[in-house]
């Protein structure tokens, strides 16, 4: 495909939000006159709607809302042929051919397929699982894109699902932390260092840890037996479930905050020695489970008096956040909010995530004391 940089900005993260199934009229479509060049059609149809092309596809109504929401967009810029000569002329670098443009057969093709077949109802597409991709995309100190770290994970798009558990899909906080962790500030802290996370849901932050920033051992753990099943699913389709020279096996448990952890058996229990981090993200919702997860970081943090914990969420209650930061004060924790805040919606470039409602990264550790600092 031949086109300028800013065109390829503009198709990268119209990608990256497909795959991650953003509400088809949220997308950020590029400009029509970009959109009905044959090349970049060509583009759509095989990076977006080509089922040989595209190994973890999106939900088949999902792409039919899209691939509907495209041709319409395409014969609204196609009314005006007068204005086709002219674009063809005057933007030799975007349509190298001097054809006027129609719509591609490939994409009426994809439709008419989509059309034809046995979809399942809005509510019963709601409850099924879906291939969502989470891409954090890599840029250079001029503020190129050079690349990207991607996690694809079989999830629930409900907010509930039929089980009901909220651990089933990917929530804000996580993306948000996700982009902490993949900066530079983030890389220092988890890189060679093992790593623990609570609530892990879909496992997304693990896995990402485990890809492609270089920690020396990870362990996603959940309380319901279910949802660590699901994370167990996304660490094989992310090929994380067998180690190499690159990445640690990603090591999935059970844990119910507020029980012991046995510092004696930890390796035996979770295959890794006790954590130097420990990872946290939109786990303070609940103002009921609170106490119980303050009281598993005091566990964690007997067994390592230097651990960071890392905690990220979403602030829809202030009340209930309070009571969390009330709690970690009760145990002479230290709590820090990290300067990283969340990238407005509209310039967003992957992932992609709400920001009406706050959301927050806090370090907590427990301040060294006389004793630690001279233990003899």
Not at 52 to 63: G, S, T, V
Not at 96 to 123: G, Q, V, Y
Not at 297 to 310: P, Y
């Amino acid at each position: 495909m031949d086109s300028d940089p800013d065109a390829l900005s503009k198709l990268s993260v119209l990608r990256r939000q497909y795959l991650q199934l953003v509400e088809p009229t949220q997308l950020f479509w590029p400009d029509a006159h970009i959109l009905k060049a044959p090349s970049i059609q060509s583009w759509a149809f095989r990076c977006l709607f080509d089922v040989n092309n595209i190994p973890y596809l999106p939900p088949d109504r999902y792409r039919l809302r899209v691939l509907k929401l495209l041709i319409s967009k395409l014969e609204e810029s196609m009314k005006d042929p007068e204005e086709d000569v002219w674009f063809f002329l005057s933007c030799p670098r975007v349509l190298p051919s001097t054809r006027l443009p129609d719509i591609l057969d490939d994409l009426m093709t994809a439709l008419a397929s989509l059309l034809s077949s046995n979809l399942p109802s809005e509510s019963a597409s709601a409850q099924q699982k879906a291939y969502v991709t989470y891409s954090y995309p890599l840029h250079s100190t001029n503020d190129r894109t050079f690349g990207e770290y991607t996690v694809t994970l079989l999830e629930s798009r409900s907010v509930i699902s039929s089980s009901g558990t909220t651990g089933l899909r990917t929530w804000e906080a996580a993306l948000l932390l996700g982009a902490f962790l993949v900066s530079q500030q983030g890389r220092q802290i988890v890189q060679g260092k093992k790593i623990f996370e609570l609530g892990a849901g879909t496992g997304m932050l693990s896995i990402l840890c485990a890809k492609y920033l270089g920690v020396s051992g990870i362990v996603a753990t959940d309380g319901d037996e279910a949802v660590v099943d699901a994370i167990k699913t996304n660490v094989f389709l992310n090929g994380q479930d067998t180690s190499d020279l690159s990445h640690p096996i990603v090591q999935t448990a059970a844990l119910k905050w507020g029980w012991p952890v046995d510092g004696r058996s930890f390796a035996e229990d979770y295959g890794m020695e006790v954590p130097d981090v420990v990872l946290g993200a939109d786990v303070t919702y609940d103002r009921s489970v609170i106490p119980s997860l303050v009281s598993t970081l005091r566990e964690f943090m007997d067994l390592n008096s230097s651990l960071q914990v890392f905690i990220a969420a979403t602030i829809r209650n202030d009340q209930t956040f309070e009571t969390f930061q009330t709690a970690c004060r009760r145990y002479g924790f230290k709590s820090e909010l990290v300067d990283f805040a969340p990238v407005p919606r509209h310039v967003q470039d992957g992932p992609f995530y709400p920001t009406a409602t706050p959301i927050q990264i806090w370090r907590i550790s427990r301040p060294q004391r006389p004793r630690d600092l001279f233990p003899f």
